[in-house]
Antibody, heavy 116, light 108 residues
Framework: QVQLVQSGAEVKTPGASVKVSCRTS????????IHWVRQAPGQGLEWMGG??ASAQKFQGRVTMTSDTSTSTVYMELSSLRSEDTAVYYC???????????????WGQGTLVTVSS | SSELTQPPSVSVSPGQTARIICSGD??????AYWYQQRPGQAPSLVIY???QRPSGIPERFSGSTSGTTVTLTISGVQPEDEADYYC???????????FGGGTKLTVL
């Protein structure tokens, strides 16, 4: 079945970078763009980027890459600050192509803690 | 600015009908999607393209739309429906994705 499996929790100091991985399986990797969504403690969902775009809030700080040989997608966030403490999710849309709709498959989430 | 607005909370008794509204300009031209998130879990899609249910989602979940407002209706609410619900749509103003602020459904 379709699965997204994310890397483990991270603890970073302010100013550092974090790179979260999302290993995909069960479908044709190149047909779907993976998106990234984060959730700060007690807060709502916040879209970070996916497809060919990133949220304006994160432009210049977020880099999304992929490794087709391992069907893995990566999200790197730089210049971390305490407000970046959150659970980071990867998510796959229901529809193939550059879709921004119907995220029906989600990773389990990766907790990133930013603390000095 | 592009945004989706939801009420912070809705409370109903078991067996009653819960309605969660989401409003935003983007919804006049884009489909809406609804997600359920239970504590400690990843979100789960419950409605897509305004009114469609993914396989495995109970029939008591339904969606409707009118202009710039969409509604998630849960008929005959069950205790296990207690969760946070988020609406989502593509942004009309650019290649972005919008999420509503989320609504906490409490089953009394």
């Amino acid at each position: 079945q379709v699965q997204l499996v994310q890397s483990g929790a991270e603890v970073k100091t302010p100013g550092a970078s974090v790179k979260v991985s999302c290993r995909t399986s069960g479908y044709s990797f190149g047909k779907y763009y993976i998106h990234w969504v984060r959730q700060a403690p007690g807060q709502g969902l916040e879209w970070m980027g996916g497809g060919t775009a990133s949220a304006q809030k994160f432009q210049g700080r977020v880099t999304m890459t992929s490794d087709t040989s391992t069907s893995t997608v990566y999200m790197e966030l730089s210049s971390l600050r305490s407000e970046d403490t959150a659970v980071y999710y990867c998510a796959r849309p229901m529809f193939s192509g550059n879709s921004r709709e119907a995220f029906d498959i989600w990773g389990q989430g990766t907790l990133v803690t930013v603390s000095s | 600015s592009s945004e989706l607005t939801q009420p912070p909370s809705v409370s109903v008794s078991p067996g009653q009908t819960a309605r969660i509204i989401c409003s935003g300009d983007a919804l006049s031209k884009q489909f809406a999607y609804w997600y359920q998130q239970r504590p400690g879990q990843a979100p789960s899609l419950v409605i897509y393209k305004d009114t469609q249910r993914p396989s495995g989602i109970p029939e008591r979940f339904s969606g409707s739309t009118s202009g710039t407002t969409v509604t998630l209706t849960i008929s005959g609410v069950q205790p296990e429906d207690e969760a946070d619900y988020y609406c989502q749509s593509p942004d009309n103003s650019g290649p972005y994705v919008l999420f509503g602020g989320g609504t906490k459904l409490t089953v009394l």
